[in-house]
């Protein structure tokens, strides 16, 4: 009524109340009254998220394989991130920005960098069995990521679940494992 709104937060919202382009309050869970039409409210998740994945790669000798994973992060610098990407809300809380479907998408981007860069310097048979060695590798290209320092951001886990070849190849992998 008359523009005045009261915004409710959990403990892991870190949140960003703007008036004229600045700052007039931010922390973990706020709650509090302002004038809508002159505010804007912006929300960053804090809490642990996971961003699941599945993408094809192809290996060094062409062969397409398949990696199923996941990457766990929480948000170590809300400012940094509300500075990036947009998590606005509106007056209902709900989200009109773009972060919450962006960001999963981002990090998972640079996941797939990462492996794609092991994984092309190896073949088909050593792919499929790497799992523990892609783990290492993406974890330690992870910490010393300016992208994710720049989103503000730490990796809490990753880990891949799956990697498996294509159809064909698999049944070409057994019977050459029968025939053996």
């Known amino acids: 009524m008359f523009g005045i709104s009261f915004m409710k937060n959990r403990p892991t919202d870190f949140v960003f109340l703007y008036k004229k382009g ?4 931010q922390g973990a869970g706020l709650s509090f009254f ?26 060094v000798d062409f062969q397409e394989i398949n990696i199923q994973g996941q990457v766990s992060y ?17 007056s209902f809380a709900r989200y009109t920005g773009d972060g919450l479907e962006k960001l999963p998408i981002r990090l998972t981007n640079i996941v797939q960098v ?5 994984i092309q310097s190896m073949n088909l048979r050593d792919s499929l069995t ?16 300016d992208a994710l320092s720049s989103l503000g951001l ?3 886990d990753f880990s ?3 990697i498996s070849p294509t159809p064909d190849m698999s049944r070409a992998l057994e019977a050459s494992a029968r025939e053996n």
């Open 22 to 25: 600045k700052i007039k309050k």
């Open 34 to 59: 302002y004038y809508a039409p002159t505010s804007s409210v912006v929300v960053v998740p804090a809490d642990t998220r996971d961003a699941p994945f599945i993408f094809k790669e192809t290996t």
């Open 74 to 90: 929480n948000v170590t610098d809300p400012l940094k991130l509300a500075t990036v990407m947009d998590f606005a809300v509106d």
């Open 114 to 118: 990462a492996i794609r860069e092991k």
């Open 130 to 145: 790497s799992a523990t060695l892609l783990v290492k590798h993406v974890k330690d290209k992870l910490k010393d990521s």
């Open 154 to 156: 730490n990796i809490a």
């Open 160 to 162: 891949i679940l799956k």
